[in-house]
């Protein structure tokens, strides 16, 4: 029930900036708390950013200080500022959302995943 739309992705030159947006829609639901992933070529899939619902915020090491994560609860959207982009941050971007989604008479907690945005940075 329960779509999440991604854009932002792009190419940039190293020390460029991109913002990423998701958008969840569909159903009815509560959510807990969102993040971003990110999976670069052979290589595992690896936790960029997540944010709860209490605004708490937690972001790899690699990341700390260039990206951004932040929500927009009334709009149910998540953002990802990503400044000072390296080479090395160069993969396939998915948005996350865990959540609470309305089933027939019952809440019960679900996990959604975007398609994917691509991200590179090359010169």
């Known amino acids: 029930q329960v779509q999440l739309v991604e854009s932002g992705g792009g190419l940039v030159q190293p020390g460029g900036s991109l913002n990423l947006s998701c958008a969840a829609s569909g159903g009815i639901f509560r959510i807990n708390a969102m993040g971003w992933y990110r999976q670069a070529p052979g290589k595992q899939r690896e936790l960029v950013a997540t944010?709860?619902?209490?605004?708490?915020?937690n972001y790899a090491d690699s990341v700390k200080g260039r990206f951004t994560i932040s929500r927009d609860n009334a709009k149910n959207k998540l953002y990802l500022q990503m400044n000072s982009l390296e080479p090395e941050d160069t993969a396939v971007y998915y948005c996350?959302?865990?959540?609470?989604?309305?089933?027939?008479?019952?809440?019960?907690?679900?996990?959604?995943w975007g398609q994917g945005t691509q991200v590179t940075v090359s010169s």
């Open positions: 944010i709860t619902s209490g605004g708490s915020t």
């Open positions: 996350n959302v865990e959540m609470l989604e309305l089933a027939v008479v019952r809440w019960v907690a679900r996990e959604y």
